[in-house]
């Protein structure tokens, strides 16, 4: 299929952009496909470890080439450094690198200006409600009476704008800053709103870890006691990127009680402790159900695992948030339930949570 005129022109741009041999861009092996979406472009480059002061102009070049012919989108170009050109990027597998290959980088954790705590949400696998509490975690922080961001890290699944109601593409400051949505009080940022419809983010790792970076450093979160940080399920190399580049003061693990959930859950603890990021602790998400018309309890997934590894592993536990229709119904309707049932149990529930966090980080 032809590509798109954006993209053509794009690609006729980087023509005129030097790499360090002299050849042009364009036709270098290490650049990667160019990611087209309506709020904006995104392509990386590929460079042998070692070499990427001298690309630093060529991305600064590259950037402002592609500038010219974006049509008022935003651009990111990045720089990997992870593969040798030929394979990386969108080109690339995006697996056996770094620590998941046994050789752990060299860790170059920075600051994000103007915030004070990061802290990660994750989970060892999907479908345990890691980004709800993310959500109502980061809502019972603000409640507190903390500055409080939430950044969507999972790129490939974007849950955060539909939870928090966010519609729109995307503002940018003069000098390309991202501008963050606000919706109840957080600042946010997420992919999601600048995809259309069904698009789906077909980014290999290294190339969805330079988005990231670029989406967390490029947004003006303006001054934030803590940044609440939804990562994707699993151990890739998106987890592994962000924490060897970012200062984080540790990472919450939630898990449904079932041991499946459970054995995920103790890989993902194993990878953080790998990477020297602190483990907070562990929540307990569907922790039971009580069934509305009757008040009877029901352990629909078991009842006190996490629980119980946390003790095991000698981790705090954080708490148990119960399964109940309204967290679902809320959070379809982009109306977190700390938003519209501040009084529910479920409520209370994330704000007892987020009170242990801050208290765990001289945050009150």
Known sequence: MADHPVISAIKRALKDVQVPDGSALADYAG?????????????????????????????????????????????????????????????????GTGAGAGQKSPNQATPVKGIKKIIAIASGKGGVGK??????????????????????????GPSIPKLLGIEGKPAFRDDKLFKPFEAYGLK???????????Q????????????????????????????????????GDIQISLCQTVEFSGVVIVSTPQDLALID??????????????????????????????????????HGGAQDTAKKMELDFLGEVPLHMSIRQQSDAGVPICVDQPESDEAKSFGRIADKIAKNLDLI
């Open 31 to 95: 650049l990667s496909d160019i990611i087209l979406t309506p709020s904006a472009i995104a392509f990386a480059i590929a460079v042998e470890p070692g070499m990427e002061g001298a690309f630093g102009p060529v991305q600064v070049a590259a950037t402002k080439a592609a500038e010219t012919c974006a049509e008022g989108r935003k651009v990111l170009v990045s720089i990997t450094a992870d593969r040798a050109p030929g394979n990386s990027g969108a080109n690339s597998s995006g697996a």
């Open 131 to 156: 980004s709800t509490s993310t959500v109502n975690i980061a809502l019972g922080l603000k409640n507190l009476g903390l500055k409080v961001g939430v950044l969507d890290a999972d790129l490939y």
């Open 188 to 198: 946010a940022m997420s992919i999601g709103p600048m995809l259309e419809g069904d």
């Open 200 to 235: 789906a983010v077909v980014w290999r790792g290294p190339m969805a870890s330079s988005a990231l970076r670029q989406l967390l450093r490029e947004t003006d979160w303006g001054d934030l006691d803590v940044l609440v940080m939804d990562l994707p399920p699993g151990t």
């Open 265 to 302: 859950a103790k890989k993902a603890m194993d990878m953080f402790t790998r990477l020297n990021i602190p483990v907070l602790g562990m929540v307990e998400n569907m922790s039971y159900f009580i069934a509305p018309d009757t008040g009877k309890r029901y352990d629909i997934f078991g």
